[in-house]
């Protein structure tokens, strides 16, 4: 049966390849389906596209192969590769999608979010989120030395664990009234999206949300088929 596959919070990184190579078996376990979306981050930090560091380019060589198989792929940025464009799309044979986007899964509209913008608990956070995602800011950075924005970026993880260790795990959940507010907006009764990392399916007012799990010991995935079931499937990853 046709299936079309949702990820999200692979934190791809070059001190966790353990990860990566999960995910290059995962591509090759799955290479007759319909479609893979990636809803954002992807990578645990990504400085641009102009980035010449080995994982990106061994990513991008891995995904090419995929979507030539035949797959449509998608990929949709997060709060930790924001920067992420459409050059790297080109490169890996995937079409970047913005958040939020609303898709037909075989005959159902469904919403597909990275999900951060959901967690309005946390006023500080959604406020950085507003300046990363302004043009302006992001072309001031992108014109910088790739030696200095990878200093940027090892510095805002650091503010990013520091601050989240001080907040109440509510807090860095979605708010249930925004998750109704958007299904209501975009006139769907079902989300997908990840970014917290508590893997679950939840019932709301205005429908149904799925939440994708982070690629650490094991990883959670989200599976449509193309009789409209969907089911939440666990992968172990080995060192």
Sequence with gaps: MACTWFISDLHLDPARPAVTRAFGDFLQAHRDADALYILGDFFEAWIGDDDDAPLGQEVAALLADYSAAGPDLYLMQGNRDFLLGEDFARRAGATLIPDPTTIDLYGRPVLLMHGDSLCTGDPEYQQFRALARSPEWQADILARPLAERRALAAQLRNMSSEANSNKAE?????????????????????????????????RH???????????????????????????????????
Excluded at 175 to 186: F, R, S, Y
């Design 170 to 202: 509510d807090i860095m959940d979605v708010t249930p009234e925004e998750v109704d507010k958007a299904l209501t907006a975009q006139g769907v009764d079902c989300l997908i999206h990840g970014h917290t990392h508590r893997p679950a399916r939840h």
């Design 205 to 239: 007012t205005a429908g149904e949300r799925w939440v994708l799990g982070d690629w650490h010991a094991s990883a959670v995935v989200l599976k449509a088929s193309s009789d409209s079931a969907l089911s939440l499937e666990n992968l172990s990853i080995s060192n």
